[in-house]
């Protein structure tokens, strides 16, 4: 039976955090799953093994106890060994980060969802970064400098030798800068 398969609802305090849990939480992120529920409600349960200990969603429920919450649904993963539950852990958050974003794409979804009025604060990508989304200059001048850079490292044998090659370089209108290994 796949975990998913059946979903209950378990209270709070009968869940055990797994204590070796190597991902973090900060408050603001925390606040931003709390925001999540809030808005959207339960869209993923906790995943639990069969005596209540955590496998995934410990922010989810960080965020349920901030929103003061007493129920939380949960989905249990029933004959898991201890490796695999340990390493789902690890999986389930590490799998995530792995996925990229089709810029273009995401620029018009936000765009769009801007103009219907749409609080973007929940989206969880902060000011700074929507704002950089959208500064399509910056995009240019940083494609340009990484298209225009080629880099050439000389060798020398000692101080002398490099500024005579850094002088001379420098000089004939090349971009230069001195740099030790």
């Not at 979903?7 to 955090?17: D, G, Q, S, Y």
């Not at 939480?25 to 709390?34: F, L």
């Not at 939380?72 to 852990?89: E, I």
């Amino acid at each position: 039976m796949n975990p998913a398969d059946k979903i209950e609802r378990r209270a709070i305090e009968r869940l055990i955090p797994y204590a070796r849990n190597s991902r973090t939480h900060s408050d603001a992120q925390v606040a931003q799953i709390a925001a999540s529920i809030k808005e959207w409600g339960w869209t993923m349960p906790i995943l639990i093994d069969e005596g209540g200990g955590i496998i995934a969603g410990h922010g989810r429920v960080m965020a349920a106890r901030s929103l003061e919450h007493t129920e939380v649904p949960v989905v249990v993963a029933s004959g898991w060994s201890d490796a695999k539950k340990r390493a789902y852990v690890i999986a389930d958050n590490k799998l995530a980060l792995n996925a990229g974003w089709d810029q273009e794409l995401l620029k018009i979804e936000i765009a769009d969802l801007e103009s219907m009025g749409a609080d973007l604060s929940l989206l969880g990508f902060d000011s700074n970064e929507l704002a950089s989304l959208f500064d399509e200059k910056e995009e240019e001048l940083k494609e340009e400098t990484y298209a225009e850079v080629f880099n050439v490292i000389v060798e020398c044998v000692d101080e002398q030798e490099q500024e005579k090659v850094f002088n001379k370089l420098d000089t004939e209108g090349y971009k230069c800068r001195v740099q030790s290994l």
